[in-house]
């Protein structure tokens, strides 16, 4: 058991070594990620208003 607990740790730190020599990319990434996410939504939702708005089904 103990040697399955140890090996799942080695991995975990190699993983964070890697994250941590990538900088602030991976911040970057995500933060990019959901800003693309989000103009996405607010497009669609928009369109959604608009069909809603002329349908006269707009609550």
Same mark, same amino acid.
Request: aromatic share 16%; glycine share 8%; charged share 10%.
């Given at each position: ?7 799942? !740790? ?10 941590? !020599? ?14 693309? !996410? ?7 939702? !928009? ?13």
């Amino acid at each position: 058991m103990q040697q399955i607990s140890f090996a799942i !740790g080695h991995f975990l730190e190699w993983t964070f070594k890697i994250l941590t !020599g990538m900088g602030w990319l991976p911040v970057i990434l995500v933060t990019v990620i959901m800003f693309v !996410g989000l103009f996405y939504w607010l497009n669609l939702q !928009g369109r959604y208003n608009r069909k809603a708005k002329a349908n006269n089904t707009l609550a």
